[in-house]
């Protein structure tokens, strides 16, 4: 099957769903900012991740990638250094 460019590149355009890796509470953290603008356009499925867990903004945060449940279209790294 030959699928064009276009089809093969909409999951990074569109993704149906994000993890940003490194979010936390602070406000001028790239990744809280980031989450904040999804959140405002109503973007359907979010996933925080940092190493606490817990809450963040009404979203239950994921201590790890690999504790998301549900299969994640496209991650953001925003701590670099933090996480490798």
């Known amino acids: 099957m030959n ?3 276009k089809e093969q590149l909409a999951p990074v355009f569109f993704p149906k769903s994000i993890a940003l890796v490194g979010v936390s509470n602070t406000a001028v953290n790239v990744a809280y900012m980031f989450l904040q603008s999804l959140l405002d356009s109503g973007f359907p499925r979010i996933y925080p991740v ?3 867990g817990g809450e963040m903004m009404g979203l239950k945060t994921f201590p790890s ?3 998301i449940p549900e299969e994640v279209a496209l991650a953001k790294l925003t701590e670099y250094r933090k996480w490798v």
């Open 3 to 5: 699928r064009s460019i």
């Open 65 to 67: 990638i690999r504790d």
């Open 50 to 52: 940092n190493p606490k």
